[in-house]
């Protein structure tokens, strides 16, 4: 199980010009790691997260996630996959500012279709284990930058994913804020989540047991501490 990518490309057309953001990436990431995706701007990080989230498609190469080739599922497939699977986090939070914070987390469990009660009692549990059991009837602007990133945790977790995708999550967020947001990522690695982080900051990746480097849409490093 977990996820493996065999020579993924992605090719954009700019014009006549085809655009390689990603030139052959070859990748297995097990269930229940904490990896973090590092390299220069334009060198192809977000177009690997986007399809490893199923956001979007290869223009060739194999994707399994969990032993299924996400290249042959239709549209609704693919998005029931996402939304079952995989939990995001944005660098801005990405919250709706006229709603609570147990709103936003119960939202997700809107779509799924889960009935009221049930969703605020989850949305409360997913609260409550980001720490913020204290703040549910707050709005986002009543919040500090990392209280509106745990909400935003609260919410990918809502759906209990197997893989939690953060892109950038500490780039709004003061250090100490960022590293008690990188904490909670920790936490919900060691209970057994697959955690893909993308990140800029080197302080920020070494909270990931994995780093692996990108550059011009390939994967130019890939390094594991062991401990
Ligand atoms: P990063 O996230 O590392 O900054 P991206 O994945 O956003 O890199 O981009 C990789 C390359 O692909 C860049 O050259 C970028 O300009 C190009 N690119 C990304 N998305 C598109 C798109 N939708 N259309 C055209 N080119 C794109
Ligand atoms: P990031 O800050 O995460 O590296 P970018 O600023 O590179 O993101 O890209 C933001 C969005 O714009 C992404 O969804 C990316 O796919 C898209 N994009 C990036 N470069 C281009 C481009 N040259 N043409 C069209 N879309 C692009």
Avoid: W
């Amino acid at each position: 199980m977990g996820i493996e990518l065999s020579d993924i490309t992605k090719i954009y057309q700019m014009g006549d010009t085809p655009v390689a953001a990603l030139a052959g990436v070859t990748l297995k990431i097990r269930e229940g790691e904490f990896t973090a995706i590092m390299g220069p701007s334009g060198s192809g990080k977000s177009t690997l997260m986007n399809i490893l989230g199923c956001l979007d498609r290869p223009t060739s190469g194999s994707y399994l996630l969990d032993g299924q080739e996400v290249s042959s599922l239709t549209d609704d497939e693919l998005a029931l996959t996402r939304n079952k699977k995989i939990g995001f986090v944005f660098q801005n939070f990405n919250l709706l500012p006229r709603m609570s914070a147990i709103d936003n987390v119960a939202l997700p469990l809107v779509y799924a279709g889960v009935g009221v009660k049930e969703r605020q009692k989850r949305a409360a549990a997913a609260l409550a284990a980001v720490g913020l059991e204290h703040r549910m009837n707050h709005l986002p602007n009543e919040l500090s930058g990392g209280q509106r990133q745990r909400v935003a945790i609260a919410r990918a977790l809502v759906n209990e994913p197997s893989i939690i995708m953060a892109d950038e999550p500490t780039g709004a967020l003061d250090t100490k804020s960022g590293n008690e947001v990188m904490e909670i990522f920790q936490s919900l690695n060691s209970c057994g989540r697959t955690i893909i982080l993308v990140t800029h900051e080197p302080d920020i990746a070494a909270y990931a047991r994995r780093v692996i480097h990108v550059r011009d849409g390939r994967i130019v490093r890939d390094t594991e501490r062991d401990d």
